[in-house]
């Protein structure tokens, strides 16, 4: 399994473009809260308890990313946490508006991320590795992370692989 400076680095080759990294902040973010909206309308209830699909889901990548970086996990968890309960208001909606501001929020964040991957002038990460749709939302959280002066380790260990950014 490939470590988390791997992971990032690989993905940071696809995103050396500050404007293109600018365009994934909104972009990568909607297209997260867009699935969620859509796999919450499974439900799965009992008399003791009740989830949803994408509790399954942000669960599986959440352990995913904690096996890559336990606090960089953690603080994954809290914002998929978060996008999950926003989600829920979308996911009671009637069917034909569920699906519609679903799939128009979905369709929203693809636009952003190939306006930025225009400007980037390569293709997106996940088109030679699906594991980039899963990488996305991480390498999302560290961009934030470094602007804040934080994890600067991390942030020198992904510019070796990918390459410094570029206006």
Request: hydrophobic share 55%.
């Amino acid at each position: 399994m490939k470590t988390l400076q791997q992971q990032l680095g690989n993905y940071g080759l696809y995103h050396r473009s500050k404007r293109n990294v600018m365009t994934h902040f909104i972009g990568i973010p909607l297209i997260v809260f867009a699935i969620i909206c859509l796999l919450a309308r499974l439900e799965f209830v009992s008399t003791q308890f009740s989830f949803n699909a994408a509790h399954i889901v942000m669960l599986a990548f959440v352990f995913y990313y904690v096996i890559l970086s336990v606090s960089l996990g953690l603080m994954m968890a809290v914002l998929l946490f978060l996008l999950t309960i926003l989600a829920q208001p979308i996911a009671h909606l009637s069917f034909s508006l569920w699906l519609c501001t679903s799939i128009g929020i979905f369709i929203f964040g693809w636009l952003l991320q190939f306006i930025g991957h225009f400007f980037e002038g390569k293709k997106p990460a996940f088109v030679d590795d699906l594991i980039g749709l899963v990488i996305g939302p991480l390498y999302v959280l560290a961009e934030l992370l470094f602007i804040f002066g934080l994890y600067k380790n991390l942030e020198e260990q992904i510019n070796e692989i990918a390459g410094p950014t570029k206006e």
